[in-house]
């Protein structure tokens, strides 16, 4: 089970590859800020994950008008990340959680992704500015996204 609405969101330091190389991404640093959404997907230049980061990617000005940020982590390496995001011109911030430590704190292990070792599970967090959870889902299977219509309900309340 993921971490429930009402937790306190556990803090992260993960690495991101951007043009000026690699570069930290906190959640501590929108605290107080931003509302985040925070989005696990399994790997990267998949199908599915493919899907969902270009159209969140399309969207992203849905997020920005209710003043949220949108980060996607997945365990894949910011150097494979930033390949995909460059392919397929996704525009979100995509974090790696090689060593699975964020993965694990949310509760999102995914165990087995088609037999290749373990990932995150496709899921969604909602966290206000003082870092509580305030919407939390992790779909069923991996080829399942989350409700962003449910996931914009939430950021609009919280506007």
Same mark, same amino acid.
């Given at each position: 089970?993921?971490?429930?609405?009402?937790?306190?969101?556990?803090?992260?330091?993960?690495?991101?590859?951007?043009?000026?190389?690699?570069?930290?991404?906190?959640?501590?640093?929108?605290?107080?800020?931003?509302?985040?959404?925070?989005?696990?997907?399994?790997?990267?230049?998949?199908?599915?994950?493919?899907?969902?980061?270009?159209?969140?990617?399309?969207?992203?000005?849905?997020?920005?008008?209710?003043?949220?940020?949108?980060?996607?982590?997945?365990?894949?390496?910011?150097? $494979?990340?930033? +390949?995909?995001?460059?392919?397929? #011109?996704? @525009?979100?911030?995509?974090? *790696?959680?090689?060593?699975? =430590?964020?993965?694990?704190?949310?509760?999102?292990?995914?165990?087995?992704?088609?037999?290749?070792?373990?990932? $995150?599970?496709? +899921?969604?967090?909602?966290?206000? #500015?003082? @870092?509580?959870?305030?919407? *939390?889902?992790?779909?069923? =299977?991996?080829?399942?996204?989350?409700?962003?219509?449910?996931?914009?309900?939430?950021?609009?309340?919280?506007?």
């Amino acid at each position: 089970m993921p971490l429930p609405i009402g937790a306190t969101a556990p803090d992260f330091s993960l690495k991101t590859k951007t043009a000026e190389g690699l570069l930290d991404v906190k959640l501590s640093d929108h605290l107080g800020k931003k509302n985040i959404v925070l989005l696990f997907f399994p790997a990267a230049f998949t199908g599915v994950c493919t899907q969902e980061m270009c159209s969140l990617t399309a969207g992203l000005k849905d997020y920005q008008d209710l003043d949220a940020d949108v980060i996607g982590i997945s365990v894949d390496s910011p150097f $494979a990340q930033e +390949a995909w995001a460059q392919k397929e #011109k996704i @525009g979100i911030t995509l974090a *790696s959680d090689l060593n699975k =430590t964020v993965t694990s704190a949310y509760d999102v292990v995914l165990e087995s992704l088609a037999g290749a070792g373990s990932a $995150a599970r496709r +899921a969604a967090f909602v966290i206000d #500015k003082s @870092g509580t959870i305030q919407y *939390s889902e992790a779909t069923p =299977t991996p080829k399942e996204l989350p409700d962003f219509e449910a996931v914009k309900a939430k950021l609009a309340e919280l506007k």
